[in-house]
């Protein structure tokens, strides 16, 4: 690297860490420090089971897991005996149950906000709502949607909806009261001004609650079917432990993580394909 | 009575002979309703500003300076007097005036030429017809070659041109100037003053400009509002009677002193500090 000759402290420049080139794990720690830390606890699981003996019935033996994903994992997504089928149907009652609860999160956010007497009138019952335990209703789902699709869709829209609201609610607050000046300047009507100005305003507002929700969307899912449920991932936990065993129940719970983690990729990207102005101007230290 | 505002008039427009464009009459703006919380913000201002006139407003911060322009932009509602934009009674914002901010205030998810046609948008103009003009414009201030970036490519200085690109893109006859160039450093905003100049001569659009900066407002001004603080009132209006085209030079001349030290002491009267 071209590094401009200067007679004053040239040792300085080239110690300083940020003008040292990266090192290939110092660049990707994410390819290369996160596999090891993943080796390192698979090792330590191994050594816990088939080393120092924690029994099967507490702990199944890493290859037992292994086998059971790959068992569940080979049979086709049609297959009720496999686990695409029951991913499928937890990740498409997260889904619904994240795009209904987001939609009305963010609307009511807008809502009450454009409106303040709706706001202040409102917010008490918000509140309450949103102090008690979303999982306590799950049981009254069952009574009310039976053990079909809905009664999950009902308990993650519920659970999903209030990080929505409350980040929506964040964002409209924090556009900056020049930008309406603005419109309002130009004679911009109010619709104008809130598709053009407040909503892309509260964009990265909207974002940083859907990826809190897009993994809450999957616990929603998972409680929804452990209350009372024919199929899916949840369904297959409450099976497997009744039966007491062990390793498919590790495997399930893997399987969870991995969805979690998927779902708040996604939303990670799409995130940076539509908000990718906000970023740049948190990097350039901008407010 | 006209032969008493004809005091006030600069040799540069009445030579123009032309219709003032704002007309301020016992101008009043109370903030706060409540009587204790009540703030007189600007109190019984009179003035004028004529077609093609530079005029700055100078005052320590809190004078009400920001407010007098949010008002004459129509954004903030006045509480007593009258004001006149073109003739006619002044409600709300209107299509012949525009507003540079103190921040570009560009929008970070729009490119700068979606930024600078965004009045037309708003306006519900036809944006292929002011396409060509909004090109030409940031042609003249250097911008040529960053219509399709985003802001934060930028610097302070270029966004703030673009700023000043979307105010003019509607072609509005008033220029509505809130210390566009405060957050700048020293040397970009001398630059922009001089390019402010150079805009202003080409287009002959009035400017009522809000600064804090009295050097500032003497180079660029025909005239020069003094304003007190607490409540907000005209001291004094000043014509500069500097020639045109200025340039930088013109700040070490006698009479930009003597404009200066007599504008120094008018803020200086209220035993402000600065």
Redesign the interface.
């Known amino acids: 690297m071209a590094m401009p000759a200067t007679d004053r402290a040239p040792a300085e420049m080239v110690a300083s860490p940020s003008e040292a080139p990266l090192s290939f794990v110092r660049r990707y720690p994410q390819f290369t420090i996160s596999p090891a830390i993943l080796v390192a606890l698979v090792a330590c699981w191994w050594l816990a089971t088939d080393v120092f003996g924690a029994p099967a019935y507490i702990v199944p033996p890493p290859e037992q897991v292994l086998r059971a994903l790959v068992h569940g994992l080979s049979r086709a997504p049609w297959d009720t005996g496999g686990y695409w089928y029951h991913a499928g149907i937890t990740v498409w009652e997260a889904l619904l149950g994240l795009l209904i609860g987001a939609v009305f999160g963010a609307l009511l956010g807008f809502v009450i906000c454009h409106w303040p007497i709706l706001g202040r009138s409102w917010y008490p019952y918000i509140v309450g709502f949103q102090s008690l335990p979303k999982v306590a209703l799950a049981p009254l789902m069952v009574v009310w949607f039976g053990f079909g699709l809905q009664g999950k869709v009902f308990i993650t829209a519920v659970i999903t909806f209030f990080p929505v609201l409350v980040n929506t609610m964040a964002g409209y607050q924090a556009v ?1 009261p ?2 309406i ?9 109010e619709w ?1 001004l809130l598709s ?2 407040i909503l ?1 305003s509260c ?1 990265p507002f909207l974002f940083a609650g859907l990826s809190v929700a897009s993994v809450l969307a999957i616990l929603g899912a998972v409680v929804g079917e452990f209350v009372g449920a024919s199929a899916g991932l949840g369904m297959l936990l409450m099976q497997y432990d009744q039966q007491m065993e062990l390793a498919p129940m590790f495997a399930v719970i893997l399987l969870l993580a991995v969805t979690g983690f998927l779902m708040n990729y996604v939303m990670r990207m799409l995130e940076r394909r539509y908000c990718f ?2 970023q ?2 948190n990097a ?1 230290g ?1 407010p | 009575m006209n032969l008493a505002r004809a005091a006030t008039v600069s040799p540069r427009t009445s030579a123009d002979n032309a219709q003032p464009l704002i007309v301020a009459r016992g101008l009043s703006k109370v903030y706060g309703g409540t009587d204790a919380q009540r703030v007189l913000a600007l109190k019984n201002l009179d003035f004028q500003i004529y077609d093609g006139e530079f005029v700055s407003v100078v005052g320590q911060s809190g004078c009400g300076k920001s407010t007098l322009l949010k008002v004459l932009a129509g954004l903030l509602p006045y509480s007593a007097g009258s004001v006149e934009l073109n003739g006619k009674p002044l409600r709300g914002p209107s299509p012949e005036a525009a507003v540079v901010f103190q921040s570009p205030v560009l929008l970070p998810w729009r490119t700068v030429i979606e930024n600078v046609l965004l009045p037309i948008e708003f306006r519900k103009l036809r944006i292929a017809d002011y396409r060509q003009k909004a090109a030409d414009l940031l042609a003249l201030v250097g911008l040529q070659d960053f219509a399709q970036r985003y802001p934060f490519e930028l610097s302070g200085g270029m966004q703030q041109r673009a700023a000043i690109v979307r105010a003019l893109v509607q072609d509005p006859r008033l220029l509505l100037m809130d210390e566009p160039f405060g957050a700048l450093d020293a040397m970009t905003r001398e630059q922009m003053n001089l390019e402010l100049m150079r805009i202003w001569s080409g287009s002959r659009k009035t400017v009522f400009f809000i600064t804090h900066s009295i050097a500032e407002a003497i180079f660029l001004s025909d005239r020069v509002i003094a304003m007190t603080t607490r409540p907000g009132t005209i001291a004094d209006i000043i014509s500069i009677d500097l020639p045109r085209p200025r340039d930088l030079s013109i700040i070490n001349t006698d009479r930009f002193g003597r404009y200066a030290a007599h504008l120094h002491s008018l803020l200086d009267a209220q035993g402000g500090m600065f």
Do not use: G, M, T, Y
Request: charged residues 35%; aromatic residues 4%.
């Open positions: 900056e020049e930008r000046e603005l419109a309002r300047s130009c004679n911009a009507s104008h053009k100005i892309p964009l102005w906000a740049r101007i350039s901008r």
